[in-house]
């Protein structure tokens, strides 16, 4: 029998998060704290079984759309019809919010994965046993950080034009403004609740950003403002973020939900790597 989870079961759900999820090992905790702590604009739940958990959310800006944000069970309760119990609690509870379909699809800007990772088959053959289809792919990119991530040259030029780059302190709430006129809200949710964030300036004005660790461990989302495109902001800025999270003890980034395959490609010989289907049912 499935139950919600009080916050002071968290832990407890994380554990079973970190033993379940394989392939992101040391994240499963990490991952069960940022869906706990969601925008102000967001509803969201955990549920439990004896072995599994299950988060769900709902976005106030597509209100008829829920998303099923996390499913994990401990590999010693699998095999016995948990996840699918775990699913159709969490339908339920979608229901209740007014949802009109479910998805195993990233709800940004907080979020586990963009969809189910392919190599996550048991978890992929749940959703189409239950009658979800499979309607999009989406990507991520691996970065090893091993390399050369070296900016110096590239500053000193930067400053020559008039160009600074900073890490961002205090100013935070100064670059997710910036993030919100140039892009969306949920970049700047991103870039508020990011582990670091990085931002260029001239004469007072931002022209690009770059964050990691919004979605522990990966990194992302990044962006140069149309008019500032052309002066090497982007590969700088990545690179600083990546040099840090090396320094944070990673070896290896994701770079998260891609779009400029040849982009990062080029500046940090990332490679296309995690493939993710995404899903969705209507419920009746």
């Known amino acids: 029998m ?10 407890e759900a994380a554990g079973v998060a ?23 604009d967001r509803r969201w739940t955990a549920l439990a079984t004896d072995g599994g958990v299950v988060l769900a959310s709902m976005s106030a800006q597509d209100p008829a759309a829920g998303h099923v944000d996390l499913l994990a069970v401990h590999p010693s309760a699998q095999g016995q019809g948990r996840g699918r119990a775990l699913v159709l609690a969490a339908e339920e509870w979608l229901r209740g919010q007014g949802a009109r379909q479910a998805r195993f699809a990233g709800n940004p800007p907080c979020y586990a994965w963009p969809g189910i990772d392919v190599r996550y088959t048991a978890a992929a053959c749940l959703a189409e046993s239950l009658g979800y289809e499979r309607y999009h792919v989406a990507w991520n990119m691996t970065a090893d950080l091993s390399g050369d991530l070296s900016v110096e040259e590239d500053l000193l030029r930067l400053e020559k034009a008039g160009v600074a780059v900073r890490a961002a ?3 935070r709430e100064r670059v997710a403004a910036f993030v919100a006129e140039h892009w969306n809200e949920r970049w700047a949710w991103e870039a508020v609740n990011a582990a670091g964030l990085h931002y ?6 931002i022209l690009a950003f770059a964050a990691w660790g919004a979605r522990p461990a990966w990194f992302g989302p990044m962006g140069t403002a149309p008019d500032a495109r052309g002066l090497g902001l982007g590969q700088v800025l990545l690179r600083r973020c990546l040099a840090e999270q090396r320094a944070a003890g990673q ?8 779009g400029p395959l040849r982009f990062y490609s080029r500046a940090v010989g990332a490679r296309a790597e995690r493939v993710f289907w995404l899903y969705r049912r209507d419920l009746a």
Do not use: F, K, M, N
């Open 200 to 205: 260029a300036e001239r004469d007072g004005a």
């Open 18 to 40: 970190e033993a379940a999820l394989t392939l992101d090992a040391g994240e499963g905790a990490a991952l069960v704290e940022r869906l706990s702590r969601p925008p102000a």
């Open 251 to 258: 070896t290896g980034a994701q770079i998260g939900w891609v």
């Open 2 to 11: 499935t139950h919600a989870v009080r916050a002071a079961e968290l832990a």
């Open 169 to 171: 302190g205090g100013d």
